[in-house]
Nanobody
Framework: QVQLVESGGGLVQAGASLRLSCAASGRTISNYGMGWFRQAPGREREFVAAIARSSGSTNYADPVKGRFSISRDNAKNTMYLQMNSLKPEDTAVYYC?????????????????????WGQGTQVTVSS
């Protein structure tokens, strides 16, 4: 199994940037497709971004396209989410997740139910 720990959250003003990290242990993340999800108070968890296991293909939710960037460093066993031009509506707990499903190389999983492993989350708060 893989264990995931998020970091990098915080309180920032609108327009600022943050970089979230997801450090993995137990197994190498090169074995997994990886993703970021978020949950705001009173709302369901939603997909943010994901990256395929081997091809590096990515997918983003429409609200974050052009502002967020997902990446992975297999050598460091860490995934990142660079968040720019943050908005108050980005306020949420951000979770990283991993799945071991095997797909065509350019397929990127965006369904939360397909992910097997989850971190504890890191809070991101954007003030207006």
């Amino acid at each position: 199994q893989v264990q995931l720990v998020e970091s990098g959250g915080g309180l920032v003003q609108a327009g600022a940037s943050l970089r979230l990290s997801c450090a993995a242990s137990g197994r190498t993340i090169s074995n997994y497709g990886m993703g970021w999800f978020r949950q705001a108070p009173g709302r369901e968890r939603e997909f943010v971004a994901a990256i395929a296991r081997s091809s590096g293909s990515t997918n983003y939710a429409d609200p974050v396209k052009g502002r967020f960037s997902i990446s992975r460093d297999n050598a460091k066993n860490t995934m990142y989410l660079q968040m720019n031009s943050l908005k108050p509506e980005d306020t949420a707990v951000y979770y990283c997740a991993a799945h071991s499903r095997i797909y065509a190389s350019n397929y990127v999983e965006i369904r939360g139910l397909a992910y097997d492993y989850w971190g504890q989350g890191t809070q991101v708060t954007v003030s207006s």
